[in-house]
């Protein structure tokens, strides 16, 4: 379904939202992964308010889509994203990791209500989500399943153990959206272990390939609905990306991959989310 001028600018103000969360929570906490969280905001953002079908006040709705974060890492853009649906109050962000807290640095499924599964080590989540997908097939269940997922997983081969896995039951109910940000802790992911040409390997493993503008929600939201029409293979949408998207000073700076901002950098950083949000039209 197009989406509509007035759709796009209340999903853009939501991932904004999001970010100005993030921000907040990252600089509470002291500690945090703050470039793939900004980044993945707009991806988030649509995926809460347009495209999976679940209920905030039922997480455990039997007819809900599945979202399987596999980069735990960055776990802030799913906290913030579930506060602003209505999973649980916005000023709960602020707990996270802390001791006791349901919000742990990555997603724990017994501790909040609407995670999937938890979360950690990298190259996991695709499995389990095609293991998850499997197993909606067999029970004859209509409900989707998304996986996100970081391009540095994808040095791992348990990720493309997992797309064997996928292709081989052509688990049409499967959606994989990779953070095609090109950075991991150490620099750029086609330093440390060259991954491209992505589309190229993803259609060998018989993926059916979408690359969109991970920014750009008509474009998030028209790849996932492309996807719901695939009969005979899981779907990859490869979603190019901007690390720290929105904080200009530190887009695209690998440096930020695991750093958080202190209470300087982050009043700094909430006033430019700020003025960016006045100015959405």
């Given at each position: 379904m197009t989406l509509t001028d007035v759709q796009v600018k209340d999903i853009a103000i939501r991932a904004n939202d999001i970010r100005q969360t993030i921000v907040a929570m990252l600089a509470e906490a002291k500690s945090g992964h703050t470039a793939g969280s900004l980044d993945m905001a707009d991806i988030f953002a649509t995926l809460y308010v347009h495209v999976l079908k679940h209920d905030p006040k039922n997480p455990e709705w039997s007819e809900r889509d599945w979202l399987i974060?596999?980069?735990?890492?960055?776990?802030?853009?799913?906290?913030?994203?579930?506060?602003?649906?209505?999973?649980?109050?916005?000023?709960?962000?602020?707990?996270?990791?802390?001791?006791?807290?349901?919000?742990?640095?990555?997603?724990?499924?017994a501790l909040l209500p609407g995670v999937e599964t938890t979360s950690g080590p990298l190259g996991s989540g695709l499995s389990q989500a095609a293991g998850v997908a499997l197993a909606l097939r067999i029970d004859g269940k209509q409900n989707r399943v998304f996986c996100a997922v970081s391009d540095g997983e994808y040095e791992e081969g348990n990720t493309w153990e997992a797309m064997m896995c996928a292709a081989k039951y052509?688990?049409?109910?499967?959606?994989?959206?990779?953070?095609?940000?090109?950075i991991q802790i150490d620099g750029s992911t086609e330093d440390v272990m060259p991954l491209e040409s992505l589309?190229?390997?993803?259609?060998?493993?018989?993926?059916?390939?979408?690359?969109?503008?991970g920014h750009d929600i008509r474009q998030i939201a028209a790849a996932c609905d492309e996807a719901n029409t695939v009969v005979d293979k899981p779907t990859m949408i490869l979603a190019r990306t901007i690390p720290?998207?929105?904080?200009r000073s530190i887009e695209g700076e690998y440096r930020w991959h695991g750093k958080s901002p202190n209470e300087d950098?982050?009043?700094?950083?909430?006033?430019?989310?700020?003025?960016?949000r006045a100015s959405i039209v």
């Open positions: 974060l596999s980069n735990g890492h960055v776990a802030p853009v799913q906290y913030a994203a579930m506060a602003h649906a209505g999973y649980f109050p916005v000023e709960e962000c602020m707990t996270l990791r802390s001791f006791g807290s349901r919000l742990q640095g990555h997603p724990e499924r052509k688990l049409n109910n499967l959606t994989a959206i990779m953070d095609r940000n090109l589309v190229d390997k993803c259609r060998a493993f018989n993926w059916h390939v979408i690359e969109i503008d720290g998207k929105g904080i950098e982050a009043t700094v950083f909430l006033e430019e989310l700020r003025v960016a």
